[in-house]
Each structure stands twice: as C-alpha cells, then as structure tokens.
C-alpha cells in the first residue's frame, strides 16, 4: 500500500484536507485518560499533530519513509517507521507495550490493512475496558454543482485504477468489519458524520486530484486522467463563481469503539 504514495508524499502532504477539531473532540471524549494515543498509517503526521494537542503521548507509525520524512515534528510526538503486518514482539519492542494504549486512530487508511491482523493488535495494546479504536475516511470532494459534474465524470473514469480496498471508502466504511462495542454516549459504531473543509484554488484542487493512487496508477499505465480536455473542463466550470479560491467540503465518516473486557 505505501508504494502507492510514494512519489505523490509532498502532493498528499500539501494538497490532501485535514481532519475537522470537532471529529478529534468527539474521540478524544470517549477516551477517560489522554496518557497515550497510537496512530497507525500516521502518513505525514496530520492526525497525530491533532491528538498531541490532547494526549501526553502520541506515537505515529508508517510504513512508507517518505510520508514520515515529511511529518510535522512535536516534542511528544514518536514517529516510527514499521514494516507491513508486524508481529506482536516487534509492536511491543518498537512501538507500545501491551495494555498501555488510550485511544488508536487510523484515518484514511484502515480499508487498505490486513484487518484481521490489525484489529488482533489493536486489542493487546489497548487499555481494558476502556481502550478505544477510531477509524475514519473521507469521501469525494464537493464544491458546486459546475465543478462537480466535472469530477464525477472524471471520478467515475478512475474507477478501474483504484485498488479494490477503495470500494470501502465509497462505501462510507459501512460495511467494513468492525468488532468493537459502542463507545458511552452511542447505541452503535457508526458511521458517524463530519466535514472538513479546505480553501483551494484550481492548481491545489488539480494537485489534490493528482495524489490519488489511482492517477498514479493511471499514469504508470500510460493513462492520463487529467487530459488537456478535462482540464479545459475544470477550468470553465471554476470560473462560474466569482474568485479562484474556492470553499471545498470533504464529508468525513467515522467507525469508533472501544474493546471491552
């Protein structure tokens, strides 16, 4: 998975939303302690930055280099560059210990993990009962309705470049396994929804599109999804409002439970 974000790190890192103060208020709320907060797939730190702000400790882990080279640095952040399904020694020797961990956070990137394995770990290094895990996504960017005929045309023409884990976001992260119990205050796990939203001009909007896997995928097959065409396309429909910056919203979905005894 992090081959795929390779050679886009510093596009993801300027391009991509962050995630909304109300989606980090709302986990952290869940958690009774704030000691120490996991981030797993922390990619260039945005969520971990967030959760330092809260948490004591927060450690990020990645196994793409080049995201983690790029991720913003805080006293009490750790971040740690791991391997591909770790074992459980190697997460205790190199990350965090057994029955330590408040809260852990994957956002937008459980869909691409060996969940099964993932949430075996998760379970051992939460704190029981109270250990909580929250993942979360976000979806196609929306601006108006000009601009967003455009990118659903183009969006529907990546379909066959996205990797199959991607149906999950598009689905929300309904449907995705999650076995955790209800955190206090909720009847279930979700999906429950927030928005981000990032002022763009056209060339940040462009260079958000082009830190997809899938155009990166594209690309190395010869494919340009970003055609002169479609990009004649884009620039017509961003000039039906007034100013290049425009407001772009990114609903956000979020599964969160706790372990349980």
């Given at each position: 998975?992090?081959?795929?974000?390779?050679?886009?790190?510093k596009?993801?890192?300027?391009?991509?939303?962050?995630?909304?103060?109300?989606?980090?208020?709302?986990?952290?709320?869940?958690t009774?302690?704030?000691?120490?907060a996991w981030?797993?797939?922390t990619?260039?730190?945005q969520?971990?930055?967030?959760?330092?702000?809260?948490?004591k400790?927060?450690v990020g882990?990645?196994?793409?280099?080049q995201?983690l080279a790029?991720?913003s640095?805080?006293?009490n952040?750790?971040?740690?560059?791991t391997?591909?399904?770790?074992?459980?020694?190697e997460?205790?020797?190199?990350?965090?210990?057994?029955?330590t961990?408040?809260?852990?956070?994957?956002?937008q990137?459980?869909?691409?993990?060996?969940l099964p394995?993932?949430?075996s770990r998760v379970?051992?290094v939460?704190?029981?009962?109270?250990?909580?895990?929250?993942?979360?996504c976000?979806?196609e960017?929306?601006?108006?309705e000009?601009?967003?005929i455009v990118?659903?045309?183009l969006?529907?023409?990546?379909?066959?470049?996205?990797a199959?884990?991607?149906?999950?976001?598009?689905d929300?992260?309904?449907?995705?396994?999650?076995?955790?119990?209800?955190?206090?205050?909720?009847?279930?796990t979700?999906?429950f929804?927030?928005?981000t939203?990032?002022?763009?001009?056209?060339?940040?909007?462009?260079?958000?599109?082009r830190?997809w896997s899938?155009?990166?995928?594209?690309?190395?097959?010869?494919?340009e999804?970003?055609?002169?065409?479609?990009?004649?396309?884009f620039e017509?429909?961003w000039q039906?409002?007034n100013?290049s910056?425009?407001?772009?919203?990114?609903p956000?979905?979020l599964?969160i439970?706790?372990?349980g005894?």
């Open positions: 998975m992090a081959d795929l974000f390779i050679k886009q790190a596009e993801y890192q300027e391009n991509r939303p962050s995630y909304p103060p109300e989606l980090i208020r709302f986990i952290a709320s869940k009774p302690n704030h000691d120490l981030d797993v797939g990619g260039n730190g969520a971990a930055v967030i959760l330092a702000g809260i948490y400790n927060v882990t990645d196994t793409s280099e995201q790029l991720a640095k805080l006293p952040i750790r971040y740690q560059h391997r591909l399904n770790m074992s459980l020694s997460l205790e020797r190199d990350v965090v210990a057994q029955d961990v408040d809260l852990v956070t994957v956002a990137a459980v869909h691409w993990f060996d394995t993932f949430y379970k051992c939460l704190k029981k009962p109270t250990g909580v895990l929250a993942v979360w976000y979806i960017p929306e601006v108006n000009a601009v967003d990118f659903w045309k969006y529907r023409a990546s379909g066959p470049y996205w199959p884990a991607r149906k999950l976001v598009d929300k992260y309904r449907n995705i396994d999650f076995p955790f119990e209800p955190v206090d205050g909720t009847d279930n979700g999906p929804e927030f928005v939203e990032k002022s763009m001009d056209l060339d940040g909007y462009l260079t958000y599109i830190s899938s155009y990166q995928t594209a690309k190395a097959k010869g494919v999804l970003l055609s002169e065409e479609v990009i004649a396309d017509r429909a039906t409002e100013g910056r425009k407001v772009v919203r990114y956000v979905y599964r439970g706790k372990v005894n």
